[in-house]
C-alpha cells in the first residue's frame, strides 16, 4: 500500500509539473481577465502541491498495511458507475435535470442509506443548483429531454 501511494504520489507530481510547463505556453492575461494559461496554472500548483504533501507523508510516516479496497467498497464503487452510466444513457431522451435528480435520488437513498424526505431534497437541490448555475446565470443550455426544449 505504502509504494503504491507513492508511486502514485510521484505521478501527480511529475503529471502537476508537465501541466504547468503547459500553461506557461499560453497567455496568463488577456485584455478581459485571467487567459487560457490561468486556470490550468494554478490547479496544477494546488495539485503538486498536494502530490508532495502526499510523498512526504508516505516515507515520513509508517502505516500499518491495510487492505486496499474491500469487497464491500468495491461493490459500492461500481454501484456508483454502473448508475452513473445509466443516468448518461438516459440524459439525451429524459433531458440533464430530470436525469440528475432520478441519479442523485437513488444514490442518497440506497447507496448512501438517507430517508426519502432527506434524498427527494439532495435531489432537487442538486437539480434547482444546476439549473440556475448553468441555465440562468451562465447561459448554457441544457438538453432538456422530456421537461423542455432547449432547441
Not at 445509466?86 to 440528475?100: C, D, K, P, Q, S
Not at 441519479?103 to 426519502?116: R, T
Request: charged share 10%; hydrophobic share 55%; aromatic share 16%.
Amino acid at each position: 500500500m505504502k509504494r503504491a501511494e507513492q508511486i502514485f504520489a510521484i505521478f501527480l507530481a511529475t503529471l502537476s509539473a508537465y501541466i504547468i510547463y503547459g500553461s506557461l505556453q499560453m497567455p496568463y492575461f488577456t485584455e478581459f481577465g485571467p487567459g487560457p494559461g490561468f486556470l490550468p496554472m494554478w490547479s496544477a500548483i494546488i495539485l503538486l502541491a498536494v502530490s508532495l504533501g502526499l510523498i512526504v507523508k508516505s516515507f515520513k510516516f509508517t502505516q500499518a498495511t491495510k487492505e486496499f479496497i474491500t469487497s464491500e467498497g468495491l461493490k459500492r464503487i461500481l454501484s456508483y458507475f454502473v448508475l452513473l452510466m445509466i443516468a448518461v444513457l438516459v440524459l439525451e431522451r429524459a433531458g440533464l435535470l430530470l436525469a440528475m435528480a432520478v441519479f442523485c435520488g437513488i444514490v442518497s437513498k440506497y447507496l448512501d442509506g438517507h430517508k426519502w424526505r432527506s434524498a427527494a431534497g439532495v435531489a432537487v437541490a442538486a437539480t434547482v443548483i444546476s439549473y440556475f448555475i448553468f441555465q440562468w446565470w451562465l447561459n448554457i443550455p441544457l438538453p432538456g429531454g422530456l421537461l423542455y426544449s432547449t432547441y
